[in-house]
């Protein structure tokens, strides 16, 4: 509508240029005449002052145009006053009609173009007929004025004529214009409706990333790619019957179902390589893919659900080189999915990706988190242990040996001095036993000066306890290593000492630290009755021991790896390796 108007306002425009033409021309004609080079002009004042009259209301057409303030009627009385011009001008030259006869073309002209072929001929005749009144002699007959009578005809026949043919013509220019505009108004249609498309898409994909990102459950995330992706493509006018969808990631034996929709019980548990089909396709291209009968798809024709349908798309869920899995849909309609479609999932799947990269991440928090509880909780039940079977047992001795000597005060008195002694030692051996014990748990002496003078501590401690051979051979590394190595190598090596103290029935153990090739090395060697890895790893686990596993793990901390080599009857050497930042 809009559009239509301002065509017209064009038109009226053009009209309004037109008619400026014709009054300055019949201006022109009209002072020419009036300085006697056209022989009896009429009267050339009322002449002038009626091309005045027409120059005014053209005026004012024009500044309504400019306004783009222009409605229908004046237009009509635009083409009256034009009419009613062309007849003053006529009557105003009678003796020489002729010489204002082409203005009387204007409203012919000007109507038939502005309105229709109707008008402009009602408009023509109303000026032919002016223009015969005005043209005829007053005496003229059928003898007399027969050739004047035909030409004022013929002249008349012109402006009908030309009203027909501009008529004519401007209804084609109109239809022409009018399915521009309705070509450019289908265009903008259109152009709206995918303007409209993509911010629902828009729309869709923020939902999805305040959705995913308002969650750190690996499961949520999973789940909210299928749910954001079938809105999504709800939105875009597809998918009138229910999907088929699924997300597989990649597992121990292949890709597997992590989240589905409308998905049997049976077709959750499958799991499929991945190396053929629309996913093979599309994890081996890294791009997405369309495709029609899945019935042929060596994969994907293991799941009932997909079996029956008729085009399906699969999206790799990817960050950088690595694949995580496929997002996969299917549809029982036949060529359901577009290039809309494939920007979506596409969209989905890369804001699915690092929601499931911060989910892994934070999932992997709380399983150090676990870790660490564990450790710490093995720590409480070892130190425990360590205070039942060392401090309190002697205690329970000391208190023991304190009631028998105050029996002995009255019974055998001389023996007092004797178990006086013998209790003083117990004493001694039990407060060295618990010097050691917090000496290990927490030894400052590492933060003062260094792993080696805090190993050599810990085996002049044992030594005050035990009578077992410990031979040190430790390079003096603490200004090349970082507090948190040297901690971790300490518990390695009192952990295990203490297990072969404990467990190996050794006769001498060997602590080696030295640096070779970029790497720290701690090696603890005993010459016990050894065991097998293996064996005593899995015994341990079902024990629910973690004293192994906690040595593996201190040695993760520092992105180190601890090895432990052991044969029965040949002795065990635990080795830790940990490579020195800035060290080549």
Request: charged residues 20%; proline residues 3%; hydrophobic residues 45%.
């Amino acid at each position: 509508m809009i559009k239509g108007k301002i065509h017209f306002l064009d038109l009226d425009g053009m009209i309004c240029i037109v008619r400026w033409l014709f009054l300055s021309s019949a201006l022109l004609v009209a002072l020419v005449s009036a300085q006697g080079q056209v022989s009896q002009p009429g009267n050339p004042a009322i002449i002038v002052y009626m091309i005045l009259g027409g120059a005014a209301y053209n005026l004012l057409a024009t500044l309504l145009i400019y306004l783009k303030v222009f409605p229908d009627y004046v237009t009509a009385g635009a083409s009256a006053l034009d009419v009613l011009l062309a007849w003053g001008l006529l009557l105003a030259s009678p003796d020489d009609s002729s010489i204002m006869f082409f203005f009387g073309f204007l409203p012919a002209i000007s109507t038939a173009i502005r309105f229709d072929v109707g008008w402009g001929l009602l408009a023509a005749a109303a000026v032919a007929m002016g223009y015969g009144l005005a043209a005829l002699p007053p005496n003229a007959n059928l003898h007399t004025g027969r050739w004047e009578i035909f030409a004022i005809g013929g002249r008349a026949l012109g402006i009908i004529a030309s009203a027909t043919v501009a008529g004519l013509l401007g209804d084609g220019l109109k239809r022409s214009v009018k399915n521009a505009v309705a070509e450019a108004y289908q265009a903008n249609r259109e152009e709206l409706n995918r303007l409209r498309t993509a911010s629902e898409r828009a729309k869709a994909i923020y939902e999805m990333a305040g959705t995913l990102s308002a969650t750190l459950s690996y499961e949520r995330v999973l789940e909210s790619v299928l749910e954001v992706s079938t809105i999504g493509f709800k939105e875009l006018g597809a998918l009138a019957a229910r999907p088929a969808s699924m997300v597989l990631l990649f597992g121990d034996n292949g890709l597997y179902v992590a989240a589905s929709r409308n998905l049997s019980h049976g077709d959750e548990g499958r799991i499929i390589p991945g190396e053929s089909g629309i996913i093979g396709q599309s994890l081996s291209t890294a791009e997405p893919v369309i495709t029609g009968n899945l019935a042929d798809d060596p994969e994907l024709n293991q799941f009932a659900a997909f079996r029956r349908s008729r085009s399906a798309i699969c999206v790799p869920l990817r960050a950088g080189f690595e694949s995580y899995g496929v997002v996969v849909f299917a549809s029982p309609e036949q060529n359901a999915y577009t290039d809309e479609h494939v920007a979506l999932l596409t969209a989905v799947c890369n804001q699915a990706v690092v929601a499931i990269q911060n989910a892994q991440l934070y999932q992997t928090l709380r399983d150090e988190r676990d870790r660490i509880i564990e450790i710490e909780e093995e720590a409480r039940k070892k130190l425990a242990r360590d205070l039942h079977d060392g401090p309190t047992q002697s205690i329970a001795a000391i208190a023991m040996r304190l009631n028998f000597t105050r029996l002995l005060l009255d019974k055998e008195p001389a023996r007092v001095k004797e178990e006086l002694q013998k209790l003083e030692a117990l004493a001694r051996r039990t407060t060295k036993e618990i010097r050691t014990m917090l000496f290990t748990l927490r030894p400052v002496v590492l933060e003062t000066q260094g792993l080696k003078v805090a190993v050599e501590q810990l085996v002049q401690k044992l030594k005050e306890t035990e009578d077992l051979p410990v031979h040190l051979q430790i390079e003096d590394l603490s200004d090349r290593l970082d507090i948190n190595v040297q901690a971790v190598a300490f518990f390695i090596t009192e952990e295990a000492i203490n297990n072969a103290k404990k467990h190996a029935n050794a006769h001498n153990i060997w602590v080696r630290m030295y640096i070779q090739n970029g790497y720290f090395v701690t090696e603890v060697e005993d010459d016990g009755k050894g065991f097998l890895v293996d064996v005593e790893s899995e015994a341990a686990a079902q024990r629910g021991s973690l004293g192994l596993i906690n040595l593996r793990e201190r040695a993760e901390l520092v992105e180190g790896q601890l090895t432990i080599e052991s044969q029965p009857g040949q002795g065990t050497k635990i080795s830790l390796v940990v490579p020195l930042k800035g060290v080549s």
